[in-house]
């Protein structure tokens, strides 16, 4: 497979009609499909893209995996479920295809290592779903 090594930026597409809206006061880029803000356009760029848009020209490869993806990064990492899982757990039987994965696996299946809510007592098993869901109550 021969994807290039961009960067992740999207360039905004020409095909995709919707335009960012910055507020002055707040120094936002607004979508005007689902008022989802952003520091910077060009992550509104992607958003419109990967969220609202019908044009998806990266398309996988392997045989019988009709998917296909707006922006090329998504494709590599979908590319990932088609390779052999490395990492094995010794406590189970779950397998992970990266080490950092499989290593908070283990942290919070088997050492009970979690990071807790301080709204309403739930457990995750790392910052990244904890300040996920801390979002959620604030809504």
Sequence with gaps: MNLSKEPYYIKPSKDVQFKSL????????VC????KE??????????????????????CIHLGCNKSFAVR???RTHMKNHEEK???CNYCEKKY???FQLMTHIRFKH???SYDCNV????????????????????
């Design 86 to 88: 490395k990492h094995s």
């Design 73 to 75: 990064w998504a494709l």
């Design 111 to 113: 050492l009970g290592m």
């Design 32 to 35: 005007k499909l689902c008022d």
């Design 38 to 59: 952003f520091n910077q356009s060009g992550h509104l760029d992607t958003h419109i893209r990967l969220k609202h848009s019908l044009d998806k020209p990266y398309h």
């Design 22 to 29: 910055k507020l002055r006061k707040y120094n936002k880029y």
């Design 120 to 139: 309403c007592g739930k457990k995750f098993e790392s910052v990244y779903l904890l300040n996920y869901h801390l979002d959620k109550h604030t809504e």
């Design 97 to 99: 295809h990266q080490k």
